[in-house]
C-alpha cells in the first residue's frame, strides 16, 4: 500500500511568489482532508483543487495552475489511492461474515 506518490510535472509550475514546482507529492488521503476541503464551499472543482493542495502541501493557487495533463495526472493519483488494497485468497471480508452470520441458516426456522 502506497502512503505517497510522486507525480512529475510535464509543465512546472512558476507562480511567484511561491517557489517553483516541477513535480508533486502526494499523500494518502483522509476523511479529515475531505471534511476540511469542502468547508470553503463553492463548486465540486474548487473542493477538489483545496483537497488537492492539502494532500500535496501545495497552495491551492499552485494547483489551479497546473496544465490540465498535469492535474489528470494528479486526479489518477488520487484514485489509485482511493482503490482498496487486495486481499490475500484466504482473507475473508468482516462485511461477507457479518451478513453471513445475520442470515437464517438452511433449514432453520425463526420465531
Known amino acids: 500500500m502506497k502512503i505517497k506518490q510522486t507525480i512529475p510535472l510535464d509543465f512546472p509550475v512558476e507562480l511567484p511568489p511561491h517557489p517553483a514546482v516541477a513535480r508533486l507529492e502526494m499523500r494518502r488521503p483522509k476523511v479529515r482532508d475531505e471534511l476540511d476541503s469542502k468547508r470553503g464551499g463553492g463548486t465540486d472543482a474548487d473542493i ?57 441458516k438452511p433449514g432453520s426456522t425463526s420465531t
Open 48 to 104: 477538489e483543487v483545496r483537497l488537492f493542495a492539502l494532500l500535496t502541501g501545495q497552495a491551492p493557487e499552485v494547483i489551479a495552475e497546473l496544465d490540465l495533463a498535469d492535474y489528470d495526472k494528479l486526479q489518477d493519483a488520487f484514485a489509485d489511492f482511493r482503490k482498496a488494497p487486495a486481499r490475500s485468497a484466504g482473507a475473508a471480508s468482516t462485511k461477507s461474515a457479518n451478513a453471513a452470520s445475520a442470515s437464517p
